[in-house]
């Protein structure tokens, strides 16, 4: 589907190139000399290079046709990460390259998002918030609570986050999948 140059936004997915990039950051631009401008930083999907690119406004750009489907994740076996559609119940494989390092925030039944292209699945989008458990922290410097520093922690899922002094281990917080930053204490 063809679009607008001015018209593109962060998330979309663009067929560019002969290949499929995923929009990261756009400014529009509109100098005192010349057209006006969008400068769109893009990252393609298969060889995760990025790219930065300047499109006029009278430009048009073919934009993805992407398919999104809610599924439930199930387990991790030697092909892949396994999830169920919860539409129709089928499961599917899917590569543990799509998702990279967000796999370790996947527990069982936990519902995502996944955005096929040609019938392929491209992108696995996680919940914006997903609650952890601190297994380790460091213990508390008595008087460092006046500054806002922070602290490394490693989390039930293995994974190492900043944490603020006040968290001990034991505590459940909530973090944001798609920065893997804390937000609060549950």
Known sequence: MKINANEIKV??????????????????VKPGKGGAFNQVEMKNLSSGTKLNERFRSSENVEKAMVEELKFS???EDHSGLVFMNLSSFEQ?????????????LLSENLEVTIKFHNEKPIFIELPKHIDCEIISTDAAIKGQTVSSSYKPAILN????????????SGDKITIDTRTLEYI???
């Open 73 to 75: 994740y199930l387990y």
């Open 92 to 104: 599917i494989s899917v590569g543990k390259k799509i998702i990279g390092d967000k796999s370790l």
């Open 11 to 28: 998330g979309m997915l663009l067929e560019y190139k002969s290949d499929l990039w995923e929009v990261l950051k756009t400014q529009h």
């Open 184 to 186: 609060k204490k549950v």
């Open 157 to 168: 899922n293995k994974l190492k986050v900043q944490v603020p002094p006040f968290i001990n």
